[in-house]
């Protein structure tokens, strides 16, 4: 049974705070329930959600096929960019490529590329483990934020309030509580015989809720979905892009994550919600595979038509480098010489020449540095299709042209568009909320709009 622990807090300095923050006082701490091996039980409706869900997401993994593990170039960034977004990062989907393949870029973009390589490791190291332990959660924390010591917390931590507990919108467990909370919760990772999905839901509202690091911890519970999903074989092709969905609608996530912490817990509402989010996050996988299917073939038709004009073979010479690296462009969307010359094994010049084409085409663009002279090749096209995976959800799967959304980006000049064949939205008039919810009211969430206190992350 969850339960509240009644601490006395005192401010350790009182060096420019205000009046208020420099009083001490007593909060409560909200210490969840033991999950064990069974896990929590959930209603008949619930569990029937979340066994829908369950399929449509295994349905899209089987529709992508081995083409899902072309499109998880896109589909990790845009999930990247997604999780970041719910912690404030706002970037691109061609900054964030850019940096990546440059090894170099901003601060906002640093932070979102720790946060994909924390997705990497989550899918490609940790998922492959039968049994999770401490040290793989700590591992995935520590690649999105390396600058802390690693560990667990020592101390209490808040969400929401400022400089104090006291006036916080929730208050995770005491330190003494993370290690036992976190060990129960491997326990059940590990043991359960829950279907996956509602493994991850509960997992990952209990994550949050432990909320064991000092920062990180909204990146890290988003990232111990994928492993869950990947290791348990929901996902053996494609990323879900969850996260997507969660940005677009923070104040249904939000709401979902607060319900879980009542006392006691209103798991049903989180685990609907869970499930809504994911049908809407897999029928993404479906329309980015269709939208990406389209634009090879809108791009080769591009690229033939130039080298007719040119006056040579409109079709370029099959396995030559031009014709590959222009194949590969949704797993590779942004190239540059060097790696061209590694991944093919050909020389620099004969890079140089398929670059230089693909760009005269119009295929690619050319990203200069500081010194004007080309860096990179970037599909823009391609990572368009980032962009409207994530307007998509505002509307819930169709164009998005005339609204804003989460991220504020602009809306891509592409022929593309997201269709409105899937209007299936768990944020639609058939939410699992439906509007009866006090938390989902008003488009902000109880915690208010993005504010997080000192210990950073949902």
């Known amino acids: 049974m969850s339960s509240f622990v009644e601490r006395y807090w005192e401010p ?41 869900a369950q399929s449509a997401v295994s349905r899209a993994d089987g529709i992508v096929g081995e083409s899902g593990l072309y499109l998880n170039h896109l589909l990790l960034r845009s999930e990247s960019i997604a999780s970041s977004l719910i912690e404030g990062h706002v970037i691109s989907a061609k900054k964030l490529a850019v940096a990546d393949v440059l090894g170099r870029g901003k601060e906002n973009a640093v932070a979102v590329l720790r946060n994909l390589r924390a997705m990497e490791y989550a899918i490609d190291v940790v998922a492959q483990k039968w049994n999770l332990e401490l040290e793989d959660l700590v591992e995935l924390q520590r690649t999105i934020a390396p ?9 209490q931590n808040w969400i929401g309030g400022g400089y104090s507990p006291l006036t916080a919108s929730f208050v995770p467990p005491p330190e003494d509580q993370v290690i036992p909370l976190l060990e129960d919760l491997l326990v059940y990772v590990n043991e359960s015989e829950h279907p996956p999905l509602l493994k991850a839901a509960i997992a990952h509202a209990q994550f949050e809720t ?3 690091f000092v920062d990180g911890n909204g990146r890290t519970g988003r990232a111990l979905i994928h492993t869950i999903l990947k290791r348990d074989g ?25 319900a879980f912490r009542e006392n006691p817990p209103q798991l049903d509402l989180w685990v609907r919600e869970f499930g809504a ?31 007719s004009k040119q006056g040579i073979s409109a079709a370029p010479r099959a396995g030559s480098t031009v014709e590959r690296v222009r194949r590969d462009l949704t797993a590779q969307p942004v190239v540059t010489i060097g790696t061209v010359t590694t991944r093919y094994e050909v020389t620099r010049p004969a890079a140089e020449r398929a670059l230089q084409e693909l760009a005269d085409a119009g295929v690619v663009s050319v990203s200069k540095n500081h010194r004007g002279v080309p ?53 639609s008039a058939k939410n699992p909320w439906d509007g009866s919810w006090p938390h989902a009211q ?11 206190g000192p210990s950073y992350g949902i």
């Open 210 to 212: 432990i909320h064991p």
């Open 442 to 452: 008003g488009g902000q969430g109880p915690m208010g709009p993005g504010h997080h």
């Open 12 to 52: 350790a300095s009182t060096f420019g705070l205000s009046r208020r923050d420099q009083a001490g006082g007593t909060y409560r701490a909200f210490v969840p329930g033991l999950l064990g091996k069974q896990g929590p039980s959930v209603s008949v409706a619930a569990f029937s959600a979340i066994a829908d």
């Open 375 to 427: 860096a990179a090749y970037v599909s823009d096209e391609h990572l368009n299709l980032v962009t409207l995976t994530e307007r998509s959800n505002k509307a819930g799967g169709w164009d998005t042209a005339n609204e804003a959304t989460a991220s504020r980006l602009a809306v891509p000049e592409t022929p593309l568009r997201w269709t409105s064949d899937v209007r299936s939205t768990p944020h």
């Open 234 to 258: 929901i996902t053996d092709r494609a990323v879900l892009p969850i996260s997507t969905v969660f940005s677009t609608a923070k104040d249904h996530y939000i709401a979902g994550l607060t």
């Open 277 to 307: 989010s994911a049908v809407r996050a897999a029928a993404n996988v479906i329309q980015l595979k269709e939208r990406a299917d389209e634009l090879d073939a809108i791009l080769a038709e591009r690229h033939h038509a130039w080298r």
């Open 147 to 155: 600058d802390l010591a690693p560990g667990f917390r020592d101390q």
